[in-house]
């Protein structure tokens, strides 16, 4: 079967939609196969827009991964916006890879990941327009299996209808294993059609087949359990780890998009995992144990990907950078490395002390000294305890004071709105220490112009974290009391006028917590929504709260259940989770043991440093934390070129 | 410090990038080429690099006009190689000559465009140019930022002519191949710009003239109007010539495939 690039029907509709680049591919480092050389063919998915899907980690490792296989090929595509998706409806123009420009029906996989549940309407989008049944049940051996990953992929629950499989955890090792099954099934001429391959896929206990299992209900509306509906098929899926990171240098060839992207920057990721264990935190519980990426491992990989990209920036990724148990030899390393090239190191910083200030100034000795940024997510001390954010006030002031006196100008404060047993006053205490931010700011550096800027995020509850039994707070209780901490931010001029403040209102959080914590039920008020026009929900100018309260009442009503019952109602200890017989490692009775020490404002220390907690992660998935140091220190490469990190003699011969 | 100035194309998918997305890659693929680039001084260094003008978004070109500077002597068909390599296919360095001196900017006031225009015959076209060309003011809308604005584009228009070719091959579908109208058009720089899109919709105000498919433009040179109209090539004194060019034919345009 040969399969044509749609691109001759797609391009005379490029000058008519809105960012047109966009869709033409073409990136640097993009690979591009001969189709008919290749038993195995993967699209793969980021649901939203190209913008925000190309810089994906995740969705950059894979592509290389499976592209590096010579039988192997894949393809990549990203949500289109509503204009092209009205023209590529009138002219029967199919969703389309933008490497290839093929047809995504024509592959044998379909992988889309999701970081977070606001892609799953453009999921639909992309399986209608490209000819794909929207639920699984009605595909053929003719349509490619659907496979959901990402963190979204922990709680597949409301998108079970619409997926074949769901993979959770690490991908690099689960997509190469996903491949062989599917190669091997290929080759013996797809025997027993698509329920073998499914069946084979769920036998390795590391793919979920939610079709595969039954859900049944309490009169309440409460979940009586979830089991298997036939042979060969586990009760329970674990997730996936992929332990040696340095086994695992991707992506090696980052890809360089011509149009914008939300990161103008390349990224190498210096550990997964985190054990820090803020409550809150879906990425830190899930993402566990932590793995550690050899300082020698992390020199090479960003030589390599500044000579593969050109980028200006690399970020130094993880989910607590600062704390890489060789942080400051790696930051002094690059520092050393590429002084004069006019390349910027970068550090997601969120520790709350000084030893990130001094890793910053490191950072920025040859650039500017803009802004810090820090995540104390709680405004009072009480609530810090409550989310295990264990970082006082007199650090925090502490350590803005040795930001703004080594020159640096603004301070970030991150802050959630809505955790529980939140009330008024633990946000209202937000304002009062961004007050001391800038009283102690003018103190240290001597000027009236310093900057503090709070962010505030409505705290959405998880599933797979302590936080996962919690009522998720109402929007408007979230609404008031950012109206009460603008009121308290601006009662004194002289210090709120250096004061920013930037959030979003609560009625998102609530749609995303009905989507994070959902179940089957919820996937027919997705597709509600969907068929009523809803996309992008990620995008303030497209989303619609009205759409989905709508859609959630006409829906769940005749269920018994509602949009409150799914989202600011608090669960019990007992009740069955839409999650449950999906295994992330985390001990059922620990989460519960951790809510409890929540509510009891009882904090817990991090298991990188201190002894085991017993979360359960390690034992249950046969792992261990992976860290340094390895007292290896990285070379500094010399030459390194001038006004550019690379050297190159054609050209000087210097 | 040396001066270097270069000539580079904006082929095939590549049209649909915007000059922004332009000066990004380019500047990606200075570093990726290890070109020893010049940097400004300052909070936020930037390297130098100084734009002549740009194809709006959707336009293709073949005479795109940039200045780097650079802290080593580098060897100008060394760079253009160099960095050739480094840039996708259909941003293609042309030619790279050392800076002699005087202000590129100033030898630039027309461009010389092709304008594809699938679905319109040639004698269609030719009589939509001519009741164009016999007027003296043509006012056409357009859709800016600020809002809705009027110009002028007739007195921008310096000739205009009409050739015919069969159906380019991009847009090749079974029984469409009729020949095409294609516009050959000098027009000079004017404030506000005069682009291909103004011209075309210039055409549609006064001869309803509506391309069923949108129209494929091409810069195909830039340079100085000369005493007969003829566009006086921008490199011919860095390269210690007076040579006078004409716009390159159009059979010399490469479309990029892939």
């Given at each position: 079967?040969?399969?044509?690039?749609?691109?001759?029907?797609?391009?005379?509709?490029?000058?008519?939609?809105?960012?047109?680049?966009?869709?033409v591919?073409?990136?640097?480092?993009?690979?591009?196969k001969?189709w008919?050389?290749?038993?195995v063919?993967?699209a793969?998915m980021?649901?939203?827009?190209?913008e925000?899907?190309?810089?994906?980690q995740?969705?950059?490792?894979?592509?290389?991964?499976?592209?590096?296989?010579?039988?192997v090929?894949a393809?990549?595509?990203?949500?289109v916006?509503?204009?092209?998706?009205?023209?590529?409806?009138?002219?029967?123009?199919?969703?389309f890879?933008v490497?290839?420009?093929?047809?995504?029906?024509?592959?044998?996989?379909?992988?889309?990941?999701f970081?977070?549940?606001?892609?799953?309407t453009?999921?639909?989008?992309?399986?209608?327009?490209?000819?794909?049944?929207?639920?699984?049940?009605?595909?053929?051996?003719?349509?490619p299996?659907?496979?959901a990953?990402?963190?979204?992929?922990?709680?597949?629950?409301?998108?079970?209808?619409?997926?074949?499989?769901?993979v959770?955890?690490?991908?690099?090792?689960?997509?190469l294993e996903i491949?062989?099954?599917?190669?091997?099934?290929?080759?013996?001429?797809?025997?027993g059609?698509?329920?073998?391959?499914?069946?084979r896929?769920?036998e390795?206990?590391?793919?979920y087949?939610?079709?595969?299992?039954?859900?049944?209900?309490l009169?309440?509306?409460?979940?009586?359990?979830?089991?298997?509906n036939?042979?060969?098929?586990?009760?329970?899926?674990f997730?996936?780890?992929?332990m040696?990171?340095?086994?695992?240098?991707?992506p090696?060839?980052p890809?360089?998009p011509?149009?914008?992207?939300?990161?103008?920057?390349?990224?190498?990721?210096?550990?997964r995992?985190?054990?820090?264990?803020?409550?809150f935190c879906?990425?830190?519980m899930?993402?566990?144990?932590?793995?550690?990426?050899?300082?020698?491992?992390?020199?090479?990989?960003?030589?390599?990907?500044?000579?593969?990209?050109?980028?200006e920036?690399?970020g130094?990724?993880s989910?607590?950078?600062?704390?890489?148990?060789?942080?400051?030899?790696?930051?002094?390393?690059?520092?050393?490395?590429?002084?004069?090239?006019?390349?910027?190191?970068?550090l997601p910083?969120?520790?709350?002390?000084?030893?990130?200030?001094?890793?910053?100034?490191?950072?920025s000795?040859?650039?500017?000294?803009?802004?810090?940024?820090?995540?104390?997510?709680?405004g009072?001390?009480?609530?810090?305890?409550v989310?295990?954010?264990?970082?006082?006030e007199?650090?925090?002031i502490?350590?803005?004071?040795?930001a703004?006196?080594n020159g640096?100008?603004?301070?970030k404060?991150?802050?959630?709105?809505?955790?529980?047993t939140?009330?008024?006053?633990?946000?209202l205490?937000?304002?009062?220490?961004?007050?001391?931010?800038?009283?102690?700011?003018?103190?240290?550096?001597?000027?009236?112009?310093?900057?503090?800027?709070?962010?505030?995020g409505?705290?959405?509850?998880?599933?797979?974290?302590p936080?996962?039994?919690?009522?998720?707070c109402d929007?408007?209780?979230?609404d008031?009391?950012?109206?009460?901490?603008?009121?308290?931010?601006?009662s004194?001029?002289?210090?709120?006028?250096?004061i920013?403040?930037?959030?979003?209102?609560?009625?998102?959080?609530?749609?995303?917590?009905?989507?994070?914590?959902?179940?089957?039920?919820?996937?027919?008020?997705?597709?509600?929504?969907?068929?009523?026009?809803?996309?992008?929900?990620?995008?303030?100018?497209?989303?619609s709260?009205?759409?989905w309260t709508?859609k959630?009442?006409?829906?769940?009503?005749?269920?018994?259940?509602?949009?409150?019952?799914?989202t600011?109602?608090?669960r019990e200890?007992?009740?069955?989770l839409?999650?449950?017989?999906?295994?992330?490692?985390?001990?059922?009775?620990?989460?519960?043991a951790?809510?409890?020490?929540?509510?009891?404002?009882?904090?817990?220390?991090?298991c990188?440093?201190?002894?085991?907690?017993?979360?359960?992660?390690?034992?249950a998935m046969?792992?261990?934390?992976?860290v340094?140091?390895t007292?290896?220190n990285?070379?500094?490469?010399?030459?390194?070129?001038k006004?550019?990190?690379?050297?190159?003699?054609?050209?000087?011969?210097? | 410090?040396?001066k270097?100035?270069?000539r580079?194309?904006?082929?095939?998918r590549?049209?649909?990038?915007?000059?922004?997305?332009?000066a990004?890659?380019?500047e990606?693929?200075?570093?990726r080429?290890?070109?020893?680039?010049?940097?400004?001084?300052?909070?936020?260094?930037?390297p130098?690099?100084?734009?002549v003008?740009?194809?709006?978004?959707?336009?293709?070109?073949?005479?795109?006009?940039?200045?780097?500077?650079?802290?080593?002597q580098?060897d100008?068909?060394?760079?253009?190689?160099?960095?050739?390599?480094?840039?996708?296919?259909?941003?293609?360095?042309?030619?790279?000559?050392?800076?002699?001196?005087?202000?590129?900017?100033?030898?630039?006031?027309?461009s010389s465009?092709?304008?594809?225009?699938?679905?319109v015959?040639?004698?269609?076209?030719?009589?939509?140019?001519?009741?164009?060309?016999?007027?003296?003011?043509?006012l056409?809308?357009r859709?800016?930022?600020?809002?809705?604005?009027?110009?002028?584009?007739?007195p921008?228009?310096?000739?205009?002519?009409?050739?015919?070719?069969?159906?380019?091959?991009?847009?090749?579908?079974?029984?469409?191949?009729?020949?095409?109208?294609?516009?050959?058009?000098?027009?000079?720089?004017?404030?506000?710009?005069v682009?291909?899109?103004?011209?075309?919709?210039?055409?549609?105000?006064?001869?309803?003239?509506?391309p069923?498919?949108?129209?494929?433009?091409?810069?195909?040179?830039?340079?100085?109007?000369?005493?007969?109209?003829?566009?006086?090539?921008?490199?011919?004194?860095?390269?210690?010539?007076?040579?006078?060019?004409?716009?390159?034919?159009a059979g010399?345009?490469?479309?990029?495939?892939?």
């Open positions: 079967m040969t399969v044509e690039s749609v691109f001759p029907r797609l391009e005379p509709l490029l000058p008519r939609v809105s960012k047109p680049v966009q869709y591919g073409g990136e640097l480092n993009a690979t591009l001969d008919d050389e290749t038993t063919r993967w793969l980021y649901p939203d827009a190209y925000v899907g190309l810089p994906n995740g969705v950059m490792i894979l592509y290389e991964i499976l592209n590096e296989l010579p039988d090929l393809e990549r595509t990203y949500a916006w509503p204009d092209l998706e009205q023209l590529m409806r009138e002219h029967d123009v199919p969703q890879t490497d290839g420009h093929r047809p995504v029906g024509a592959f044998d996989l379909f992988g889309v990941s970081s977070t549940e606001l892609g799953y453009n999921m639909l989008t992309a399986l209608d327009l490209a000819g794909i049944p929207i639920h699984a049940e009605d595909r053929t051996e003719d349509h299996i659907v496979v990953g990402g963190h979204a992929a922990f709680n597949p629950e409301p998108i079970a209808q619409f997926v074949d499989a769901a959770l955890g690490d991908g690099e090792e689960a997509v491949t062989e099954i599917v190669r091997t099934w290929k080759q013996e001429g797809c025997p059609g698509r329920d073998e391959v499914l069946t896929l769920a390795t206990g590391g793919v087949i939610p079709r595969f299992y039954d859900v049944e209900y009169p309440d509306g409460r979940i009586q359990r979830v089991v298997p036939r042979e060969r098929v586990p009760y329970r899926v997730k996936r780890t992929t040696d990171l340095d086994a695992w240098p991707y090696k060839q890809l360089v011509l149009a914008e992207s939300v990161h103008e920057r390349m990224s190498v990721e210096i550990f995992g985190c054990t820090r264990g803020c409550r879906q990425a830190g899930i993402t566990r144990p932590v793995r550690e990426r050899s300082i020698e491992g992390i020199g090479a990989m960003v030589q390599k990907g500044l000579e593969a990209t050109g980028f920036e690399v130094l990724l989910l607590s950078s600062a704390d890489h148990s060789e942080i400051a030899q790696i930051t002094k390393g690059l520092a050393d490395r590429y002084e004069g090239t006019n390349t910027g190191l970068s910083s969120t520790r709350v002390d000084a030893f990130n200030v001094d890793l910053a100034n490191e950072l000795r040859n650039g500017r000294r803009s802004g810090l940024t820090f995540a104390p997510e709680g009072s001390e009480r609530m810090r305890r989310i295990n954010k264990m970082v006082s007199e650090d925090l502490r350590t803005v004071s040795a703004f006196a640096w100008r603004q301070v404060l991150y802050f959630m709105c809505g955790l529980p939140e009330e008024d006053e633990d946000v205490q937000i304002a009062e220490m961004a007050k001391n931010v800038i009283r102690a700011g003018r103190q240290a550096s001597g000027r009236n112009d310093v900057r503090c800027t709070i962010s505030i409505g705290f959405v509850p998880k599933p797979h974290t936080f996962q039994w919690a009522a998720q929007p408007d209780t979230v008031d009391r950012l109206r009460k901490l603008r009121e308290a931010v601006n004194d001029r002289s210090l709120g006028r250096n920013g403040m930037r959030y979003h209102d609560g009625k998102p959080s609530l749609v995303e917590g009905l989507l994070s914590r959902g179940d089957r039920r919820i996937g027919h008020v997705i597709e509600a929504v969907w068929r009523d026009g809803g996309r992008f929900d990620g995008w303030s100018e497209h989303f709260y009205e759409r709508g959630a009442a006409e829906v769940l009503e005749p269920l018994g259940v509602d949009l409150a019952w799914f600011t109602r608090e200890e007992l009740e069955v839409p999650w449950d017989h999906l295994d992330s490692g985390l001990d059922k009775e620990w989460l519960w951790d809510w409890q020490d929540a509510l009891d404002e009882r904090e817990q220390d991090d990188r440093w201190t002894p085991c907690f017993d979360c359960g992660v390690c034992p046969g792992t261990d934390i992976e340094g140091p007292g290896k990285l070379i500094p490469i010399t030459p390194v070129g006004g550019s990190p690379v050297r190159n003699p054609a050209l000087t011969n210097t | 410090m040396q270097l100035r270069l580079y194309t904006k082929r095939g590549l049209r649909f990038t915007s000059h922004r997305d332009i990004r890659t380019f990606r693929a200075l570093r080429a290890g070109v020893p680039m010049a940097y400004s001084q300052g909070f936020s260094p930037h130098k690099v100084s734009w003008g740009a194809a709006p978004t959707g336009v293709a070109s073949e005479a795109e006009y940039v200045e780097v500077s650079v802290v080593e580098v100008p068909e060394a760079l253009r190689t160099a960095l050739d390599a480094a840039l996708p296919p259909g941003i293609d360095v042309i030619e790279v000559v050392q800076a002699a001196g005087g202000n590129l900017t100033e030898r630039i006031d027309a465009w092709r304008v594809e225009l699938d679905g015959s040639p004698e269609e076209l030719a009589a939509a140019v001519e009741r164009f060309m016999a007027l003296d003011q043509v056409v809308e859709l800016t930022k600020d809002g809705k604005r009027t110009i002028d584009v007739r921008a228009v310096v000739s205009a002519h009409v050739e015919a070719h069969s159906s380019d091959a991009g847009h090749d579908e079974p029984g469409l191949s009729q020949p095409c109208g294609i516009l050959m058009t000098v027009v000079r720089q004017v404030t506000p710009t682009r291909p899109d103004d011209v075309l919709n210039a055409l549609r105000e006064v001869a309803d003239l509506v069923p498919v949108p129209a494929k433009a091409t810069r195909l040179a830039q340079g100085r109007l000369d005493d007969a109209g003829r566009l006086v090539d921008p490199f011919a004194q860095d390269r210690g010539s007076l040579a006078t060019q004409g716009a390159p034919v010399k345009q490469q479309e990029e495939r892939r």
